[in-house]
């Protein structure tokens, strides 16, 4: 099995990357039992909740990036909306090693998401930032690390700091703080116990 990576920086001046990739597998015979996986690191925030660039927190706009798959024993088509991690990639390289590679890898495959895994729809994503030194004194991420979990209706987010901010997921450009209202007390309680259980898990005090 061969791994090929390719980066591509903004400003960079190299486009086209992808296409030569393909173009060059094509040429070699080699398309057909490639997978391709397109993705990003993080994302970037332009004063979305008063926030710019990355690493300054764990809202939407910073968490959610492109991931596209394509190759064999993945159909073609397929639009997943659920959140998934991008932990789940080596999983789901390795799945379709040949021969198949066994455990041991970080995170569970993303076959689920088009296999029909009854616990589809059960999936809840975990990021976080480590504390970090800043100029703007103001974030979180200065004063401790910060904690987050996502599922497919929700964000609950922790600081250290005690400030707890649960959404709303369904429209990411008007997401809706629902800490406060009393309505959504069950759930915030609910968020709270799946984040202090994978903390507890991981070996972290989850407070």
Known sequence: MKIFGIMGWKNSGKTGLMERLVAGLR???RLDGTVLIITSD?????DDHGLFGHATGLLFEQVWVPLVLAGPGIPAGITVDQPVSLRDIASTVMERAQPPSGGGWPGASLSRCWDDDPGNDTATVFAEIAQRD???TELDVTHGDLHTIITREHQYLRSVRGQVRAECADDTSD???I????RHAWTRQ???RVLDSMLTRSGRDPR
């Open 27 to 29: 040429a070699v015979g």
């Open 42 to 46: 993080h994302g970037e925030a332009f």
């Open 134 to 136: 800043s100029w703007n």
């Open 175 to 177: 997401t809706t703080n």
């Open 179 to 182: 800490d406060t209202d009393p």
């Open 190 to 192: 609910a968020l709270s």
